[in-house]
Each structure stands twice: as structure tokens, then as C-alpha cells.
């Protein structure tokens, strides 16, 4: 489908709207929604609609790929995310 037609908001809405509703404390290194996306661009791209999206709730968004330092990765992910936005190779390192 064409930009801008939704589909990121078809899919994260819903899933934040429960994360939301269940307020867990995210434990150190893990995180409640995985989002898995095939090119940096788009995982990017899928953060900030979910970081958007999420600005009035207490979620956090967190967005790993490839290009990056992993360090910085490593460092965002210690703390525990709600929402992991991650393309597979780089999400393969950091497991």
C-alpha cells in the first residue's frame, strides 16, 4: 500500500493502547512489543510514528539496526524498553 495510508497505525495503536492498559515495569534488558523490520529506514521510520503515537503514555520506544554503534544499543536496551523496533541482523548481534 502507498505512504500514508496507516499501516503502521493499524498495527501500533491497538498494541499500545494495551500496553497501556497493563502498566508493567519493563525488567532491565528485555521489552514487551518487538517490532521486527526488514531495512533500517523503515524500523526508523516505525519508531518515531510509535514515539509519536505513545507521547501521552509512559511507553518507551526504542529503535536498534544495523549503521549504529551497538554500544549505544546495548546501553538503550540495559534499562528495559516497552516498544523494540529492530531490524533482524542487528537484533541476531545483541542477542
Known sequence: ????TGKTAAFVLPSIQR????????LPTHCRMLVLAPTRELAS???????????NSNLS?????GGTSINKNKHDLMR????LVATPGRLIDLV
Open 19 to 26: 500496553l497501556a492498559e497493563v502498566p508493567k515495569k519493563v
Open 1 to 4: 500500500a502507498q505512504t500514508g
Open 61 to 65: 520506544v526504542a529503535t536498534v539496526f
Open 45 to 55: 521510520q516505525i519508531a518515531d510514528n510509535a514515539r509519536g503515537y505513545a507521547r
Open 80 to 83: 528495559g524498553v516497552d516498544i
